[in-house]
Structures are given as C-alpha cells and as structure tokens.
C-alpha cells in the first residue's frame, strides 16, 4: 500500500499548456504539501494544505493553483506552462504541522519537462 | 532564502569509512532537525531527527550531533556502505519544514 502517490510519474508537454499533478496519501494526515525539486536538486516548499486550508503559498507564480478536494488529496494544476517549470514536483504529507515527530513522507516524484 | 545550509555539496567516501555532512542555520525557533535520505527516482525519506533539547542521537550506523550554541548540526554514517550512496538532505522545522541543498554521497566499494 502507497502511503503518498501521485500521478503522472512523468509528464512531457509544450509550452503554453496546461496540465494537471495529482496526489493521494492514506496515512490520514491532516497536512500536504508541494515541493518543487530542480535540476540542482535544490527542495523548495511551494503549498501547504491544512484540513483543504492553505496555510502557507510561498512567491510561487499565479500560474500555478493547488486544489484540495478532501483531506486525503491535493492536487497542484499549473497554467501557460514554461521552461522553467520543469522539475520534479514532490506531493508530502505529515500529521499537524506541530506534531512531535515532524515527519513528512513525500510521494515518488512527478518529473515535468516542458518542451 | 535558504534557511540552512549543509555542505559538502558531494562526498565520495572508501567502503567501511565514515561519512560527514554538515548543516548551519540562523533562526533559534526551529524546533526538530531531520536528515532525509533519498534515493535516484524516489522521493526522500526520513533517516534520522533530533530535537534541540539533546546534543546526539544514534541509530544503528547513523548519528546526528546537535551543537545549538553553534547552531549547526551533522550527520555522521559510520562504516559507510555502497548502498548508503544517495544524496542526505538536512532540514530544519519552523512553521514547515525547508530543506538544506543535498549531498551527493557516494561510497566506492
């Protein structure tokens, strides 16, 4: 059983398009999250999601739109995709944000290329 | 901004050495320090965490030590195995968690 999936493992597109990242966690988390990896692998905190509340929207362009359906999925659409876009997109999840643990456990990856 | 900095940026280390990475950070609040491990292709994975309120923590090959005067903290991997090559990513927890920009760890049989 995968804790935290998301689909597509990998996405090729043109510039200009529009596509969609899905993720699902099991685990009953009340927290996700997406983090954008780059070519440098350089981890970088773009949304957190509370209970489908955003808690935290770092200066990540307008173009791209979290969507949290439930508590169980967040899903990260991005507009008039660019070339710098490309990376690799990280859905996580954690239990409360100030629970003890801290742990967050990240899906497998999303790579984007954008063409 | 980067809230933390960790060096090397890579490592290469003998099969049976011992491997260090190292972390500093600037903000007192931080609460939980994290090492994440990640392999090619996957997403990380939590490795090992310490608290401020201790200055190390072991578990099995791996060891964090926690100097909060010096606001740095390390990873160390005691007989270093070629499975243990990926790169380690420390973190620091404030209101979420941001990552330091990785070593690539690399153990040569």
């Known amino acids: 059983d995968t804790a935290v999936s998301q689909t597509p493992k990998y996405l090729v597109t043109q510039m200009g398009n529009d596509k969609s990242i899905k993720c699902e966690q099991n685990l009953g988390h009340d927290t996700m999250y997406w983090y954008k990896q780059d070519s440098k692998k350089f981890l970088k905190i773009m949304f957190s999601?509370?209970?489908?509340?955003?808690?935290i929207n770092e200066t990540v362009p307008n173009r791209f739109s979290p969507k949290s359906p439930d508590k169980a999925h967040l899903n990260l659409h991005i507009n008039s995709l660019e070339l710098g876009d490309s990376a690799v997109y990280f859905c996580?999840?954690?239990?409360?944000?100030?629970?003890?643990?801290?742990?967050?456990?990240f899906g497998e990856g999303s790579r984007l290329t954008v063409l | 901004q980067q809230q933390v900095k960790q060096s090397p940026q890579s490592l290469i280390v003998q099969k049976g050495g011992i491997s260090i990475i190292n972390c500093a950070y600037e903000n007192t609040a931080f609460d939980y320090f994290p090492w994440y491990q990640q392999f090619p292709g996957k997403g990380p994975a939590l490795l090992i965490a310490?608290?401020?309120?201790?200055s190390e923590k072991k578990e099995g090959r791996f060891t964090i030590s926690f100097n909060k005067s010096a606001k740095q903290f390390s990873l160390h991997i005691m007989d270093s195995q070629p499975g243990d090559s990926a790169t380690y990513f420390c973190?620091?927890?404030?209101?979420?968690?941001?990552f330091g920009a990785g070593t690539r760890l690399t153990v040569k049989p």
């Open positions: 973190a620091v927890r404030g209101n979420d968690m941001r």
């Open positions: 310490i608290r401020p309120d201790v």
């Open positions: 999601y509370n209970n489908k509340e955003l808690i």
């Open positions: 996580a999840s954690s239990q409360d944000p100030s629970w003890l643990s801290g742990e967050l456990f």
